[in-house]
Nanobody
Framework: VQLQASGGGSVHTGGSLGLSCRASGRDFSINDMAWHRQAPGQQRELVALITAVGTSNYAPSVEGRFTISRDNTKNTMDLQMTSLKPEDTAIYYC???????????????WGQGTLVTVSS
C-alpha cells in the first residue's frame, strides 16, 4: 500500500490550508489514520488521529484549529487547518495502520511529507 499526500504550501499567519492523503493498493483495509509533523530541528509529533469509526484526537497545540476527517470508501484522509501560526510550519506526514487481506495484524505505513510554511 502506498500513501500519497497532497496539499500544503505557504500562507500567512491566520490563513488556512488543506492536506489530503490517499491510500492505494490491493486487498487492504485501514485502521487508524493520522497526520504527524516535523519542524526543523525537532522531533516528529502527532498532530491528529482518526480511527476507522471516525473518533478523532488532536494535539493540544492544534485543537480547535485543525479538523481531521476520512472517507473509508475512498481510502482518503483530510486535514483542514485554519488560524495557522508560524509554529505550524513543518513537514506534514500522512500515516496509516494497514491490514492486508484477512490478517488481524496492522502495519504502519508512512506517506511522503508535504511542506506547510506559515509566515508572519
Amino acid at each position: 500500500v502506498q500513501l500519497q499526500a497532497s496539499g500544503g504550501g505557504s500562507v500567512h499567519t491566520g490563513g488556512s490550508l488543506g492536506l489530503s492523503c490517499r491510500a492505494s493498493g490491493r486487498d487492504f483495509s485501514i485502521n487508524d489514520m493520522a497526520w504527524h509533523r516535523q519542524a526543523p530541528g525537532q522531533q516528529r509529533e502527532l498532530v491528529a488521529l482518526i480511527t476507522a469509526v471516525g473518533t478523532s484526537n488532536y494535539a493540544p497545540s492544534v485543537e480547535g484549529r485543525f479538523t481531521i476527517s476520512r472517507d473509508n470508501t475512498k481510502n482518503t484522509m483530510d486535514l483542514q487547518m485554519t488560524s495557522l501560526k508560524p509554529e505550524d510550519t513543518a513537514i506534514y506526514y500522512c500515516y496509516a495502520v494497514i491490514r492486508y487481506g484477512d490478517s488481524p495484524y496492522g502495519y504502519e505505513n508512512w506517506g511522503q511529507g508535504t511542506l506547510v510554511t506559515v509566515s508572519s
